[in-house]
Nanobody, 125 residues
Framework: QVQLVESGGGLVQAGGSLRLSCAAS????????MGWFRQAPGKERRFVASISGTGGSTYYGESAKGRFTISRDNAKNTVYLQMNSLKSEDTAVYYC??????????????????WGQGTQVTVSS
């Protein structure tokens, strides 16, 4: 069982940056592919980015390419999402997810095993 706790959300102006963190419990963190999804009001939860257990492979959704960077520190059991050049359309609740296996190209929500409670990101224009 893995428990995930996100932090780092908040209010930022358009063009600004935020770094989200997701702390995981357990001693086998490096065995899990980790990812970020987001859900805007009235919309479905959508894939943002993922990273393999070793950190050697990453995958990004179209909305994140060129602006967001996912990384992890296995010694700290933490995965990060650095978000730059934020836009108002990035406003959403951001969720950290975890799953077994090294398939980072997995954008379907139901394929992920563990979820955090979410952290709100609001970008003002």
């Amino acid at each position: 069982q893995v428990q995930l706790v996100e932090s780092g959300g908040g209010l930022v102006q358009a063009g600004g940056s935020l770094r989200l963190s997701c702390a995981a419990s357990g001693r086998t963190f490096s065995r899990y592919t980790m990812g970020w999804f987001r859900q805007a009001p009235g919309k479905e939860r959508r894939f943002v980015a993922s990273i393999s257990g070793t950190g050697g492979s990453t995958y990004y959704g179209e909305s994140a390419k060129g602006r967001f960077t996912i990384s992890r520190d296995n010694a700290k059991n933490t995965v990060y999402l650095q978000m730059n050049s934020l836009k108002s359309e990035d406003t959403a609740v951001y969720y950290c997810g975890g799953k077994s296996g090294d398939d980072v190209v997995q954008t379907r929500e139901y394929r992920w095993d563990y979820w955090g409670q979410g952290t709100q990101v609001t970008v003002s224009s």
